[in-house]
């Protein structure tokens, strides 16, 4: 039993960490382009103050811009004002304090408690609050410490003024980079949607196989959707933001509010298969095997992988909508469960919410994808009116045709081309 019980462990934490260096190696691919243009930038601040301000030692510079770009392919101007600022106010307030009152173990206790509510009243953001705090700290310091000479020593509002160039540098670099906001929230929202449907692959092989060892590893996994969620929801919040300010991303907006109405869906579906995940584990081991539901979750399972591709591609899911819409209609639970088991009544009517969601990934409202599934009732359009947008129709690839589109429809708004068929 103890071995058992370490095997069991061992193969959680591989499949965390298996998770891990995915979502790890995801983050890694956005990075790599915006971590250059951070360099080039913050390199350009130091160049700026060196050789126009005749600055001997322009070190602010490049720290403010590469602090205020980051690695974020989509940059968010409020928080690169709010860096810009709190960094560029704490280069000048420790500057000049060190100058008049030098710097001890008293001057630190002032700075600390004095900085951070200079720059809590300057704005709400606990961003401008610490870099106020932290760069005048590091600036009295610097400014205190022995020089070789006395020749090329930076004046009291030299590194302000660089801390400024570099905050500006960042700002115009924010602004006016051409960039894809698309690219980063896309690539987020199909690797979640993907993650999804591994896990579900997962869990029906758990049922078919009646192992509520191998459901019971599936929490390491959730737990990893989660965070690249959050991570999506951040990139989508920065890419909205940049698309207000930069002229070249104002055309995005309407495929930006589609990728966050689909991570408003998956925040939900990781829900409800985590509810999955857990009452199939209790039921697996009083049980068994659950073989009449492992198939419909692994069909789920199929086309929530279809949705993933036709979300990287940029293609309207057709074809999985279709399937969907069969699998919906077949998914009553009285069919399903065998001898009136109340576990396979409950799990098949979490499956059924699950597939709820994949229909609402598809294009169809929430009141479109509920009559097609079994014993709902006909669809009523008037239950659409005020419904939040999370639960419309999706204005790219929606349809008052259920449950498909006909290939000579053109939505509005999906990068100028006729969307296929079906995704890939």
Known sequence: ??????????????????????????????????????????????LLCYYLL??????????????????????????????????????????????????????????L????????????????????GINALVVASMVSMPTAGGSGV???????ISALVGAAVALIATAFLPVNVVTRPKRFTAFAISETSAILHRLSKGLLDGDAQAIAQLRGRLAVLREVVNDGRRALT??????????????????????????????RLHITVSMMQRQARG?????????????????VAD????????VSAWKRPTRARDAAAALAASLAPLEIATHQDWRMHTLTSLLRAVVVD??????????????????????????????????????LWGTEQLPAVSDDEDPSGVAGERPPDAAP
């Not at 991303?249 to 869906?265: N, P, Q």
């Not at 086309?303 to 036709?310: F, P």
């Open 1 to 46: 039993m103890k071995r058992e019980g370490r095997d069991s462990m061992r193969t959680r934490w591989e499949s965390y960490i298996t998770a891990n260096l995915r979502a790890g190696w995801l983050r890694v691919r956005g990075a790599l382009i915006p971590n250059v243009q951070s360099a080039v930038f913050a390199t350009l601040a130091w």
């Open 238 to 267: 920065s890419a909205q933001e940049t698309a207000t300010i930069n002229p070249g991303a104002r055309g995005s907006r309407d495929v930006l509010a589609e990728l966050d109405r689909m991570l408003g869906l998956v925040e």
């Open 283 to 299: 039921m697996v081991a009083e049980t068994g095997p659950m073989p009449g539901l492992a198939g419909p979750v692994w069909q």
């Open 54 to 111: 005749r600055d001997p030692a322009p070190i602010f510079a490049p720290i403010a811009a590469y602090l205020c770009l980051g690695f974020s392919r989509n940059r968010e101007p409020r928080k690169v004002v709010e860096i810009g600022i709190g960094a560029s106010t704490g280069v000048l307030i420790g500057d000049l304090f060190a100058h008049w009152l030098g710097f001890g173990g008293w001057q630190v206790l002032v700075l």
């Open 358 to 395: 994949l229909l609402q990934l598809t294009g169809l409202s929430m009141a479109q994808a509920r009559a097609v599934l079994a014993d709902t009732g006909a669809f009523d359009p008037a239950s659409e009116h005020g419904a939040a947008t999370t639960e419309q129709a999706s204005v």
């Open 113 to 132: 408690l004095v900085t951070p509510l200079i720059g809590r009243m300057i704005d709400r953001s606990d961003l401008v609050t610490f870099q106020t």
């Open 154 to 160: 930076p004046g009291p509002f030299d590194r302000w």
């Open 303 to 310: 086309l929530l992988e279809q949705v993933s591709q036709g």
